[in-house]
């Protein structure tokens, strides 16, 4: 199903082709994860007449926008306001979620509150090299597995879409019962946009034992995003290490200048704080670092994104309508199938 668009006068169609130019075209802030807005299950609102648009999804009493606006910069404080609006004739508040620094000033302009919740990591290859002792061990990795028989390719999605599928469902059966697939913030496959993702397959004797899939990445830092990634719980190590450095490879030989690993939450809390901020909430926050494995597995994925030494640190933002709250946090994650 595509995605629904929703527009200031309650009218609904399907509008993610239009979506998808809207991003592309008002992505000034470079937000990496900025794909994630065609997600099947996002939402779109719009104003007659303009080609911006916010993206959001309705959970219980929240309305959930994934990154800034996307519009043009002398409409953005106008379509904020009518979504401010629109929220409010459903009894509704706003959080949003992986907002940029450089889209912060219009959220504070509407007397938003603006609180760090994590960064996202590129690795700039046109210096990028595995050479040198500090990737030896991620070296060595690889090279195991591709003795192991290990064969690597950018295939095409419908190939390999029943295998895919079935390779998620055995990844996810080893979470837990009952565990269920996270999303919004997190890639898919499928869908009306597949064609513009990347998938690169890693298969023994033809068969599929992991993919990496790879979202484009607009505005300043442009390139590709390492974003959904699976392997077979029997794969054995160095798959997705030895998907990515051939992806790489490819992407270098393009000319593509930025791979990004995506948003971590809870991660380099360092950054600039807005006028404004809640200092309880950043507290909490840093907590999560700490001890909120249980919500989400912010430490295991950095770990894996750090292997790959990044050069750009790009922290993200969570944007609340009238104060940072922790249900606003939870509705987040509820959005994201978390919690």
């Known amino acids: 199903m595509d995605t629904v668009?929703?527009?200031?006068?309650?009218?609904?169609?399907?509008g993610t082709e239009a979506a998808a130019a809207a991003v592309r075209?008002?992505?000034?802030?470079?937000?990496?994860?900025?794909?994630?807005?065609?997600n099947r299950g996002n939402s779109y609102f719009r104003l007659p007449g303009d080609d911006g648009?916010?993206?959001?999804?309705?959970?219980?009493?929240?309305?959930?926008?994934?990154?800034?606006v996307f519009a043009a910069p002398g409409s953005r404080a106008r379509l904020l306001a009518a979504f401010v609006d629109f929220a409010a004739a459903q009894d509704r508040e706003i959080v949003a979620v992986q907002v940029?620094?450089?889209?912060?000033?219009?959220?504070?302009?509407?007397?938003?509150?603006?609180?760090?919740m994590g960064a996202s990591y590129a690795v700039d290859l046109d210096t990028f090299t595995?050479?040198?002792t500090r990737f030896m061990q991620l070296r060595n990795k690889i090279s195991k597995a591709l003795r192991g028989g290990l064969v690597i390719t950018e295939a095409p999605y419908a190939d390999w879409r029943k295998a895919v599928t079935?390779?998620?469902?055995?990844?996810?059966?080893?979470?837990?019962?009952?565990?269920?697939?996270?999303?919004?913030?997190?890639?898919?496959?499928?869908g009306p946009l597949q064609r513009l993702r990347r998938l690169f397959v890693a298969t023994r004797e033809e068969e599929l034992v992991g993919y990496i899939s790879y979202s484009p990445v607009h505005g300043p830092q442009a390139g590709w995003m390492h974003d959904l990634s699976r392997r077979r719980p029997d794969a054995g190590?160095?798959?997705?290490?030895?998907?990515?450095?051939?992806?790489i490879e490819v992407f270098r030989a393009e000319g593509v200048r930025w791979l990004h690993f995506g948003f971590t939450p809870f991660t380099s809390l360092d950054a600039p704080r807005f006028p404004g901020y809640s200092l309880a909430f950043h507290w909490f926050v840093n907590h999560l670092w700490?001890?909120?494995?249980?919500?989400?597995p912010a430490r295991t994925q950095l770990a894996y994104k750090e292997k790959w030494a990044p050069t750009l640190v790009l922290p993200e933002y969570l944007a609340f309508q009238r104060r940072a709250s922790l249900p606003g946090l939870v509705h987040v994650f509820r959005a994201c199938n978390a919690v």
């Open 5 to 14: 668009t929703t527009d200031a006068l309650g009218t609904q169609s399907t």
């Open 25 to 38: 075209r008002y992505c000034d802030s470079g937000n990496p994860s900025a794909y994630l807005a065609f």
């Open 53 to 68: 648009l916010i993206v959001y999804r309705p959970v219980g009493r929240y309305l959930v926008q994934f990154g800034g």
């Open 100 to 116: 940029q620094g450089a889209d912060a000033p219009v959220f504070l302009d509407a007397g938003f509150v603006v609180n760090q």
């Open 130 to 132: 595995l050479a040198g």
């Open 166 to 190: 079935e390779l998620d469902a055995a990844w996810l059966g080893t979470k837990g019962e009952g565990v269920r697939a996270l999303e919004f913030l997190v890639g898919e496959t499928g």
């Open 237 to 247: 190590p160095g798959v997705m290490e030895a998907v990515n450095k051939a992806a």
């Open 290 to 296: 700490e001890h909120g494995e249980a919500v989400y």
